[in-house]
C-alpha cells in the first residue's frame, strides 16, 4: 500500500509561480513511477508530467513543456511539480500517482495509488 499527500496548491497570478509536493509513504518510493495529472470539473481527468523511478527521465503534456518541471527526491520520498509563467487554463485540482509497474506512462488507468489532490487557481 502507498500513501500520497499533495500539497503546494493555492491561489496565484497569472504569470506566477508554485511548487507542489507529494510526499509518499509505505513502499519503497524509489520503486515507482510518478505522474502528476489534472483535473477540472467536468472534464476528464488530464496527464501533466511523469518522472521515471530513478529520476533520470521525464515526459510532459505540450500544454505545459517548458513551463513545469517534474523532480523527484528519492531520499525524502517526495515528488515535486515546478510550475511556472502559469496561466488561466492551468486551474485545477493537481493529483500525483504512483505507478508500481511500468517505467513511465501518460494513461492515468496505469497508475496504482493516487492522492487526494491539491486545488491551484489562476487568476487573470
Known amino acids: 500500500q502507498v500513501q500520497l499527500v499533495e500539497s503546494g496548491g493555492g491561489l496565484v497570478q497569472a504569470g506566477g509561480s508554485l511548487r507542489l509536493s507529494c510526499a509518499a509513504s509505505?513502499?519503497?518510493?524509489?520503486?515507482?513511477?510518478m505522474g502528476w495529472f489534472r483535473q477540472t470539473p467536468g472534464k476528464e481527468r488530464e496527464f501533466v508530467a511523469v518522472i521515471n523511478r530513478s529520476g533520470d527521465t521525464t515526459s510532459y503534456a505540450d500544454s505545459v513543456k517548458g513551463r513545469f518541471t517534474i523532480s523527484r527526491d528519492n531520499a525524502k520520498n517526495t515528488v515535486y511539480l515546478q510550475m511556472n509563467s502559469l496561466k488561466p487554463e492551468d486551474t485545477a485540482a493537481y493529483y500525483c500517482?504512483?505507478?508500481?509497474?511500468?517505467?513511465?506512462?501518460?494513461?492515468?488507468?496505469?497508475?496504482?495509488?493516487w492522492g487526494q489532490g491539491t486545488q491551484v487557481t489562476v487568476s487573470s
Open positions: 509505505g513502499r519503497s518510493f524509489s520503486a515507482y513511477a
Open positions: 500517482a504512483a505507478d508500481l509497474t511500468r517505467g513511465i506512462t501518460r494513461a492515468s488507468t496505469n497508475y496504482d495509488y
